[in-house]
Structures are given as structure tokens and as C-alpha cells.
């Protein structure tokens, strides 16, 4: 390898000083400085054998079916308690995938930077998505860096796509749920988008102990798919929060669901800060979440199996598919009354992931 | 199905009216107007066994290795002479995944919009989309969609991954280089750079006929591999230009590549442009074109296989792979004299693609 500018074999001068430079247009040129932020800032942090070949398409060895996802992420602030856009970013995919009943493995990452973003900002960032690759144990296979003027994007997007590999006997969906089913949710909701927009007070009013949810899931769905062969449908309840994932399990399966509002896990703080925000914890984002329906009868072996991991801890069931095919959500509430869940008309929450 | 607002299996009630509608933060939320804006402005478009089942993750029936590619598009103006953002999108994806020797098979687009922009402009952008996926005859399988308030993001940005299927025998790369080989592109140069940059002048003050080259140059690619099985190394110079590719090819192998200025085809139009613009037409990005390495002996069988594509119809043999081992790109000037070609150091024409 040869540097141009000295013309001496292997002789690679570091040319970014990251504690006292931001990122200028010229990053995202595809010229020397684009080359020499990927080499001393992205490359090192998600070193893998098809990263490191370095061509714009990783060539990966599958032998069978995949899962293909991916996923804009436009979160604001990027740094919140518990997370940021980076591991954002790599658990939303992983999760997607993990969903699916894939096993999450290679990933891609296009940045879109906006010019004059600190290096030290971007380095926090990736760093969080290298632990969270790891944590999730999948790579980071290909990428892309576009930088565009200040004012042009906020500080920093980022959209990951993922690809995970299909095991035979996994298949997943709404046609596989029957009247009888167990509806689960692996932990308490709402977590991830309280947090966040706790975050966006300008004056802070509300104090808090809240932190995001944002994890991988893969680990935890695997276990849960050892342990419960016959889980019939798995979604993670991200935008449009939990109302959403059972609204769309009502109305693809044709099926009623019914949610028992004292079985579902919400914390203290969360239930607090929903109250002074005004907002319903069952239509917020989760990030660390996955709702699961499961046969009647292994509904405890479930609840059992997700406890078991430490994402889990606060697993619960809390609903059934009911006998009714009229493709209905509801939620029996505190006070024995019913209310139909909808999904939330549009965005209570913008920018929330 | 039910329509949560009349409940009412199987009535479906448009709420979208496009030719009035602006794209609302409500569009993005994950809520029931991101649902009805996917089934009735996205999902029409892009009609597919895949895409259909409407999931995160699409399932994919892939028996073999596969290359896997993602790009960032933040083009501005979204709508240029010859193409638009959509189109590139999806061309410049296709592309990644045809120069590394797959056959592009399936596509995710990942949106984010502004708050406020026009529905039609949306749907002008991805009817482009979908008419160049039918050209490049790859399926979008998968998506997302962001909204962003007004001024967090300029008009649209749009992020594509792909996945492409693996012959094998294709084995393409700086490896396969040898000293001898020839090189050549698929035709002229630079006209999507300035395209796009006349294009922005806000007082048009050039004129000119100039259009993108923007395509997908998989059938083109093809056609060259199924003629000449020794092709080594091909890449679509895209950022970077013509320079950017032989400067990487040179440092790649270790070679040193010579490049004859008089056979380098470039438009009359997009000189003419280079000059008024202070450009190198050799730095500016295509968006339609190949760079292709193969065996000395084996060059006139290429260019006539390019020729003979509607896409390669001034295709050219520009230059050779020497028997220096100093990892050198030079230019023979059409005086005669001798010029190093390096990467261009930074962003000489930002969003450009």
C-alpha cells in the first residue's frame, strides 16, 4: 500500500487529529479525506474479515434462505440515557431480524453527517455501535459516509440494514396465531420513548431515574424459540408502542385480542413521566422489547423461558387471542371497564428513534 | 382486514388525496397515517411476493453466497436532467452489487422525508425508483420511512441497500491484476457531476443539453463477463471519478496504471462544461459507467462486448497495467507529457449523488 502524498510503501501517516477536528464537507467526497476517515476512525472500531476488504459490497457466505431489513434513524438528542443513535441503530436492525426469527449476522451503516459535527461526537457514536455489534454478535459488513452542508441534516442519520440467516421450522407470522393463543411482553414498555423525550425538555422539570430499553434481542428470541417451539408471532413494539404491534395483530390475523391492563408491566418512573407528558405508555416506543404469542398451553414455559434472561426479568402474559373474528384490539382496564386500542393515528413522538 | 375507523372487515376508505397532500410528521410516527401512507403512496409502486407481506424483515430464498451493499443518496436538486434521486438510488446500489460480480437481486429503500414536502414530488420520485428496479430487474423487498420537521433534513434523502446473488468462477479484484492487463470504460465521462452542477446554478447562466448518465449497468456487466471470463477488477467510478478509481486501482495492486488522455471519452457538452466550471472531468462522478480491468490480450473482445450493450456504445480501452511495482496512476496527456493522477483530496462538488 502506498501513501500518495509521501509515495513511500507502507508509510501511512495519520492524517485526522479527532480531538480537535469536525467533520467538513470534503469527508464525504469520496477523495483522500473520505478515505482517511474510514481508515483512522470507522474502519478500526468494526474490524471483520468482510469489513476489512474494503470494497463497496461484502461478500458473505450464506448457504439458505435470509432475512433482509433495514431502518432509518433519525433520533434526537443522539445521546440519551441508556443509548444513543449508534447503538439505536444496531439493535433496531438486529431486532428487526431477530423478530423474523432470523439470526441476526451482517449488517450495513450509511451515515449522513451534517458538516461541523465534532470527530469526538462520531467516535462516542460509533464506538456504541461496535459494542452493540458485539453484544448482538453480529458484523458490520459495508457502509457509507455522505456529508452534507450545516443545516442540511441534524448532526447525524443513520440507516442500517441487516441480513440474518433462516433456520427451517421458524416460521413466524399472523397466519400461524390461532384463537386460544397467549399474547407476552418481555418487560416493561415505554421505556425507551419517555426517556428520550424526557431528554428534550429544555428545562429539565421533570427529573428522572429513566433510562432507554435499547438492547439486542437476538439472544433472548433464541431462547425463547428453544424453549417454545411453537411461538406462532414475534414483533418488537417500536414505533406506535405496544398499541401498535397488537392493533396489527388484530387486524392481520382477523382475530380479537384482548390485553389485561393490570398485567402489563409499566415502571414507576415511566408511569410518572407518561402522566406530566401527557402521553399513554402502550403507544410509546420500546427498543428492547418483543411482544410474543404463544400456544395457550405454553404460555408459563414462555413466560418461564424469557425470565430466565436478563432481558426478561419482567416477562409477562398479557392477553389472549379470543374466539371473536372481528379483527378487534381491546384492553380491559384497572377498573374492569374496555376500551378498543387503536393505533395511534400518526406521530405523538417525533424523532423518537 | 379491518379499517379501525369504520370497523368493517374489507373497506378500505383512501385517506390520502396526493394531489393535495403534504407530507406530515404524523407520516412518520408508525401510527395509522404512516400505514395509509405506505399502502396507498409506496407500497402500489412496488408490488412484489416479498414486499407484499408487508413485515420488517423480507424473506428471502437464497441458496449461496451473496454480496451485500448499502449506499446514502442526499442529491440536490432531487430532480436533475436524466435522472432524479430516486432513479440513483437504486441505480447506484444496483451497480455496487454488478461490479462486485453478483447478479442484484432485491433492494431496501429506506426514506427520510421533510416535513411539508409535496406528495407528488414523492411519488415522482419513487415511480422513478420503481421504474429503474423493473430496468435492473431487482425487487424492493423492504423499507422504512422517517419524517423530520421542516428544515432537519433538505427535501428527501434516501438510503439503499442490496443483496445480490454470487456466481461461482466471478472472483473479481485487485488480486486478479497482473502487469499487462488492460483497462478500459464503458463510455464518456463525468456527465453526471455536471449535470447536476449546472443544474444548481441558480442563474443558469451555462445552457446546455448535458444529461445524467445515471443506469443500471447490470445487464452491461453481464454481457462483459459472460464474453470475457478473465475480466480481474471492475468498479463504477462514482464519487471520485475516473481519478479516484485508477488511483485506488493503483494502490490496490501495487501496479503502476497508465492512463492515454486521447482515448478517454468525454462528451463535447460536458468539457465544455468542466471548463466553464473550473472542473477535471476526470474527478467527476458518473453514475452510469464501468471501469473494467481484463487481460491484455483479451481487451478488443471486451470493448466490443461493451460496444455491442446500448449502455457501452463508447466503450474504450484507456489504459494498461505496467510492470512498475509503485503503485502509481499516471495520465499521458494529449501533449505528450505526463501528469500523476491522485484521488481528489476532498468534496469538490457536495451532494452530488
Same mark, same amino acid.
Given at each position: 500500500?502506498?501513501?500518495? $502524498?509521501? &509515495? ?20 464525504? %467526497? ?48 443522539? =445521546?440519551?440515557? +441508556?443509548?444513543?443513535?449508534? /447503538? ?25 453527517? =451534517?458538516? +461541523? *459535527? ?33 443545516? $442540511?441534516?441534524?448532526? !447525524? ?13 421458524? &416460521? ?33 422539570? !421533570? /427529573? ?21 417451539? +411453537? ?66 398451553? &405454553?404460555?408459563?414455559?414462555? /413466560?418461564?423461558? *424469557? ?29 374492569? %371497564? ?9 406521530? &405523538? ?5
Amino acid at each position: 500500500m502506498t501513501d500518495p $502524498e509521501t &509515495e513511500k510503501p507502507g508509510i501511512r501517516r495519520p492524517r485526522i487529529n479527532p480531538h480537535r477536528e469536525r467533520i467538513v464537507l470534503a469527508h464525504g %467526497g469520496g477523495g483522500q479525506l473520505t478515505a482517511d476517515l474510514l481508515r483512522e476512525v470507522v474502519f478500526p472500531r468494526f474490524t471483520n474479515e468482510w469489513l476489512d476488504v474494503a470494497d463497496d459490497s461484502a461478500l458473505l457466505p450464506t448457504d439458505g434462505p435470509i432475512a433482509f431489513t433495514t431502518d432509518a434513524y433519525v433520533v434526537q438528542p443522539i =445521546e440519551f440515557p +441508556g443509548g444513543d443513535i449508534g /447503538r439505536l441503530s444496531v439493535c433496531g436492525t438486529v431486532n428487526d431480524l431477530a423478530v423474523a426469527g432470523a439470526d441476526p449476522k451482517w449488517l450495513s451503516l450509511a451515515l449522513i453527517l =451534517e458538516e +461541523g *459535527l465534532a470527530i469526538p461526537t462520531l467516535e462516542r457514536i460509533l464506538d456504541s455501535a461496535a459494542a452493540a455489534a458485539r453484544e448482538a454478535d453480529v458484523a458490520i459488513v459495508c457502509g457509507d459516509t455522505k456529508v452534507v452542508p450545516r443545516g $442540511e441534516v441534524d448532526e !447525524i442519520y443513520v440507516t442500517t440494514s441487516g441480513v440474518g440467516t433462516l433456520r427451517a421450522g421458524r &416460521e413466524l407470522g399472523f397466519r400461524r396465531v390461532r384463537p386460544g393463543d397467549a399474547v407476552l411482553i418481555s418487560g416493561t414498555i415505554g421505556d425507551h420513548g419517555l426517556a428520550v423525550m424526557l431528554q428534550r425538555q429544555s428545562d429539565r422539570s !421533570i /427529573r428522572s431515574e429513566l433510562s432507554s430499553d435499547v438492547a439486542p434481542l437476538s439472544s433472548l428470541v433464541a431462547d425463547l424459540l428453544d424453549a417454545v417451539p +411453537g411461538v406462532a408471532f414475534l414483533r418488537d413494539p417500536t414505533r406506535g408502542g405496544l398499541a401498535g404491534v397488537v392493533a396489527d395483530l388484530a387486524e392481520g390475523t382477523g382475530c380479537r385480542v384482548t390485553l389485561d391492563e393490570t398485567r402489563i408491566p409499566v415502571r414507576k418512573e415511566t408511569r410518572y413521566a407518561a402522566e406530566m407528558l401527557g402521553l399513554d405508555p402502550l403507544t410509546v416506543a420500546n427498543e428492547g422489547k418483543v411482544v410474543a404469542v404463544v400456544r395457550g398451553d &405454553e404460555a408459563d414455559r414462555a /413466560r418461564t423461558a *424469557l425470565r430466565e434472561h436478563p432481558l426478561g426479568r419482567d416477562a409477562e402474559v398479557i392477553g389472549r387471542i379470543g374466539p371473536e373474528r372481528d379483527g378487534t384490539a381491546e384492553l380491559v382496564t384497572e377498573v374492569g %371497564g374496555v376500551r378498543i386500542v387503536v393505533r395511534p393515528y400518526g406521530e &405523538e413522538l417525533p424523532r423518537i428513534c
